[in-house]
């Protein structure tokens, strides 16, 4: 889309440049121009509309036809106006995309939540069937007996 950008430079006219917008959104824009613009000039971007937006150079990038550069508007573009509705459509899109992915791995954070308690819980668990059951009386008996035996006296060598 053809772009007109004015350079504002105080004490200085004003300089009036041709390029191409190759992207726009409702804060700012990405603009080829043949020339390089210092990186917090001032200047005026108009756009198809012929309204033009003040901003500034935040950043400008050598190409092979020109200069790329990224200007920052100072009042945002109205998003409501007949240039937001592609924007408006873009932005829907990134927060479902966004929503997309927060729900997706919310489901991945639960069920691997919900699978590593059933495991725990599988580890955790009490189940008989494994067990040999004690036998209470038999251990009694088997303590009564070795006290019994370490009681008794022990016979000598020379008694044999």
């Known amino acids: 889309m053809a772009v007109e950008v004015t350079l504002h430079t105080p004490g200085q006219a004003s300089i009036v440049l041709h390029g191409i917008a190759k992207n726009a959104s409702l804060e700012g824009a990405r603009i080829q121009l043949p020339t390089a613009l210092p990186e917090g000039s ?4 108009s756009l ?3 309204l033009s937006r003040l901003g500034s150079v935040r950043w400008n990038l050598p190409q092979e036809a020109g200069f790329l550069h990224g200007v920052h508007f ?3 573009l109205d998003p409501r106006g007949v240039h937001a509705r592609p924007l408006r459509r873009l932005r829907l899109r990134r927060i ?5 992915i927060v ?3 919310s489901v991945g954070i639960a069920a691997g939540a919900y699978g590593l308690n059933r495991f725990i ?3 955790r668990t009490y189940e008989p069937s494994y ?3 004690k036998d209470v009386e038999r251990q009694v008996y088997e303590w009564q007996r070795l006290k019994r035996l370490r009681q008794a006296p022990q016979p000598s060598e020379s008694a044999r």
Do not use: K
């Open 131 to 133: 067990y040999e059951p």
């Open 121 to 123: 819980e599988s580890l």
């Open 48 to 50: 198809l509309d012929g």
């Open 103 to 105: 729900l997706i791995g």
């Open 96 to 100: 479902f995309r966004r929503a997309l």
């Open 74 to 76: 100072q009042i945002p």
């Open 42 to 45: 001032l200047v005026s971007v």
